[in-house]
């Protein structure tokens, strides 16, 4: 990279052009956290497609559900939209907003195994996918992380 195709931003400091990697990365984490936000909300309105998919045991869970753990889930699943957007920004404020959303996913799934999930929700497959959900909101944290030292991200 030649100093011509740097600019600076106003704080004086150069502001380094953003690698294609960033839309791949920004773009899968947008199409796969815009998922998390959709099955929260047919969960949240009670799409009756969706609620016939579920054991009524799931269901029960979900109408029992306290305001504050879903609150929780809306940090988690919309925190995660709200940092993939800042990263198709270039905004380091996408780093906060991986950060809140790990946040939710936390306390909900503390709160899951702690409370006696539903056997559904404790298949071997649901775990499985409840890891792949972990490891991929780190991996957008900490490529938000490395992009914004690497000021990639303003």
């Known amino acids: 990279m030649d ?5 600076s931003d106003d704080d004086g400091l150069v502001a ?3 690698p294609g990697h960033l ?9 796969w956290n815009a998922f998390g936000c959709y ?8 799409d009756p497609d969706t609620m016939a998919a579920l054991t009524p045991e799931t269901v029960a869970y979900l109408n029992a559900m306290p305001a504050w753990l879903t609150a929780f889930w809306a940090i988690g699943v919309w925190g995660s939209l709200a940092g993939s957007v800042l990263l198709l920004a270039r905004s380091r404020h996408a780093v906060t907003a991986f950060s ?5 996913l936390a306390v909900s799934q503390v709160y899951q195994i702690a409370g ?8 071997t497959a649901m775990v499985i996918f409840s890891g792949i959900i972990w490891g991929a909101l780190l991996v957008f944290l900490l490529y938000a992380v490395r992009m ?6 303003r």
């Open 3 to 7: 100093i011509a195709s740097m600019t």
């Open 16 to 18: 380094v052009p953003a």
């Open 23 to 31: 839309w791949a990365i920004g773009v899968i984490s947008l199409l």
């Open 39 to 46: 099955d929260y909300v047919v969960t949240q309105i009670r």
């Open 100 to 104: 809140l959303s790990l946040l939710g």
């Open 116 to 123: 006696g999930r539903p056997q559904e929700m404790s298949s």
């Open 148 to 153: 914004k030292r690497l000021r990639i991200l």
